[in-house]
């Protein structure tokens, strides 16, 4: 039955744009054309409905924004009140001479009886109270708070748009989310500004509904004393006793509506919905409500019923007993002795190790976080930030602590997951000048290696910074050295960084754009972790995983036939092959390598061995020293001409090569035949040979 119901009402799932549609056109039939008394009920009881149905949506939502569309079914609901107005006021005076008080229907003539009784007097002064209640209290107290809230919004709209700002530049949240969290603030400011306007139609609701009344009342008693003939007692008793049962089965669902109106202006962001939120907090403090339960029963001389006071006095203090909580345990005498002390169980926390850690002597701690805001702190968020968009993930947070203990004042020391992996000592009062061109030589200073790339350089002071500026050198303060240096570090451990959670926080990532993708290789084909040691074998080699859709689609045809994560990564490098020599190309699309010849090629290929847990070389110290020596001295007139240190080799060879010469030169890029992509042209300046 329930899915015949569905299949039958799927059309109206598909076209929910037509039902709204409908909506006006039936305002304008209501209007315009005379209604059978039994539609008019039926019309009369939606109304009702509606008004309950928003006032209970507006207690059970947690925040503003879940209910944006309060503004315009405000003015929906305005609209259509008017025109059963409008139509009730046609039967009422047109149909009155035939159907007597049944002329509006059957609603109509049960609201006037059942609140006026036999008193038209009693009916018509409590829909002035509901009207006053309505037009006075609720709405104007709820279009004030909408005014409010519309100002301070857009007020404090800049500060927070450039908070988020601040986020990003600080790597803690990424472009998405700013995005959605600016888009949230949009949102936020246009519905506190649509509450303001759609505040007044209610106010004129109100007013509309008093003319209305007073129109009726005289338009019947002029019908009923002049065409139908009545005398003044008929006619009152019929046009009034209809108008009134108009007024309040109009204002009744309005009132009722404007309260939903001011609940959700007043309602802050809370975890959960407005009844459990004003029961929690109300009766969140037991001395308070036994206080009340005191002040009840001191009401009791007053003359008041004692009854009433004495039953609502018991249930406070019944509540402010329950909710009140076990008296917490006496703290420890640390001078009593041990066997008087109560027993306790010690917890112990667990130790956190951070993924990455900048530790500084206490003499910088002054460029840490200066005034000017040039310090290394704010550049740790670019810092992340920046690695992120280019690695193509999450670089973790970094926690930047002082250590006066293990670190003498003018040194840092960087650590991944507790465990050092460089130190460097800066001179807070002068310059690092970097050996970048002519005139090096001439400056004088302290010698050092600058940290991050090992070239020679020099501690000068402020003269010594603006002669090397003179001579065109790179010249950089303590926390561009320190930042510098970070971010090689992190470019070099990235791989380090990419852990399981963070696999499958990219798997979910791409699973939003992808998902046929995603499904199709996790975890039918590859489990996460499999995944891991493939995108980590890229990052080692600095080659970026942004394109997670293509790495991902490779991996599901490539990885049916072979689980080989070393296989595996060199069928991606090839995917990647754009990517790859968009990397070390110079501006005209030319790689600058060196190649290997055949035979060394050969050489390498067959000390290959391979073993279920990978390959590895079978060479000697001896046999591997003149391929390490040869390639370096090849490499050098690359690097001396500007261009990074590139082999060229064939598949086979190519990731033994690359570690084979990776503590060597750290810097080294091995590429295939097969990743050189369409649109790069290779340039080589000379051939490995082994003599």
Request: charged share 20%.
């Amino acid at each position: 039955m329930k899915n015949r119901l569905q299949k039958f009402f799927a059309p109206l799932g598909t076209n929910r744009d037509l039902l709204l549609v409908v909506w006006f056109v039936g305002i304008l039939v209501t209007i315009l054309m005379p209604l059978p008394p039994a539609v008019m009920d039926f019309l009369l009881v939606v109304n009702i409905s509606l008004s309950v149905l928003i006032l209970l949506t507006s207690i059970y939502v947690r925040e503003s924004l879940d209910f944006s569309i309060f503004p315009s079914l405000l003015l929906m609901t305005t609209l259509y009140r008017l025109a059963l107005n409008i139509a009730t006021t046609r039967m009422i005076l047109g149909g009155a001479k035939e159907s007597g008080k049944d002329a509006a229907g059957s609603v109509v003539r049960f609201f006037g009886e059942f609140v006026s009784g036999s008193d038209m007097i009693v009916g018509f002064v409590i829909f002035i109270v509901l009207v006053i209640v309505q037009f006075v209290v609720i709405t104007k107290g709820a279009t004030r708070v909408a005014e409010v809230a519309a100002r301070f919004t857009l007020d404090r709209l800049p500060g927070q748009q450039m908070a988020i700002d601040g986020e990003i530049a600080n790597g803690l949240i990424d472009e998405k989310t700013a995005t959605e969290k600016r888009q949230r603030l949009m949102r936020e400011a246009d519905f506190y500004g649509a509450m303001d306007g759609a505040s007044k139609f209610v106010r004129g609701d109100a007013v509309a509904g008093i003319l209305i009344t007073l129109i009726n009342i005289i338009g019947g008693l002029v019908i009923g004393m002049t065409v139908i003939g009545w005398d003044l007692s008929q006619s009152l008793s019929t046009f009034t006793l209809l108008t009134i049962g108009d007024g309040l089965v109009s204002q009744i669902p309005a009132v009722i509506i404007s309260t939903a109106a001011g609940l959700i202006v007043t309602r802050t962001s809370q975890p959960t919905d407005l009844g459990s939120e004003v029961t929690g907090q109300l009766f969140s403090s037991p001395k308070a409500i036994g206080i009340t339960a005191v002040v009840l029963l001191a009401l009791i001389p007053v003359g008041l019923p004692p009854l009433v006071l004495i039953t609502l006095a018991i249930s406070f203090a019944l509540i402010s007993w329950l909710i009140q909580k076990p008296p917490e345990e006496p703290p420890i005498d640390e001078e009593a002795p041990m066997e008087s002390r109560p027993a306790r169980s010690e917890e112990i926390e667990p130790v956190v190790v951070e993924p990455l850690e900048l530790e500084i002597g206490y003499a910088l701690v002054t460029i840490v976080d200066p005034a000017d805001g040039e310090g290394i702190l704010p550049r740790i968020g670019k810092i992340r930030a920046q690695l992120s968009k280019e690695l193509g993930i999450v670089v973790p947070r970094v926690r930047v602590r002082d250590n006066i203990t293990e670190l003498s004042p003018r040194e840092y020391r960087v650590k991944l997951r507790g465990e050092p992996i460089s130190r460097f000592q800066v001179e807070t009062s002068s310059y690092l000048v970097l050996d970048s061109g002519e005139g090096f030589d001439s400056l004088e200073g302290n010698k050092t290696r600058e940290p991050a790339f090992g070239v020679d350089a020099l501690w000068v002071g402020p003269e010594g910074r603006a002669e090397a500026r003179r001579l065109g050198l790179t010249v950089s303060d303590p926390a561009t050295v320190i930042a510098t240096h970070l971010t090689q570090l992190v470019r070099e451990h990235c791989a380090d960084f990419l852990t399981r959670e963070e696999v499958n926080h990219l798997i979910e990532r791409t699973r939003a754009i992808a998902p046929r993708v995603v499904e199709e290789l996790v975890p039918a084909v590859m489990k996460p972790g499999e995944i891991q040691k493939v995108l980590q074998n890229l990052l080692r080699e600095g080659v970026p995983v942004r394109d997670l859709e293509t790495i991902f689609e490779i991996l599901a045809d490539r990885a049916p036939r072979t689980g080989n994560p070393e296989v595996l990564t060199e069928w991606v490098r090839e995917g990647l092959s754009r990517t790859i020599c968009g990397q070390h190309a110079d501006s005209s699309s030319t790689l600058h390598v060196v190649t290997l010849d055949g035979e060394v090629e050969e050489f390498i290929e067959n000390a290959v061995e391979q073993l279920d847990g990978g390959s590895f070389l079978r060479l000697s110290p001896q046999m591997k020293e003149p391929i390490i020596g040869t390639v370096s001295r090849s490499l050098e007139v690359l690097i001396s001409d500007g261009h990074p240190p590139l082999v060229l080799s064939s598949p086979k060879v190519r990731a033994h090569l690359r570690r084979l010469m990776e503590k060597s030169v750290p810097a080294i890029v091995v590429l295939s035949y097969n990743e050189v992509a369409h649109g790069f042209t290779v340039e080589s300046s000379g051939v490995v040979r082994v003599e």
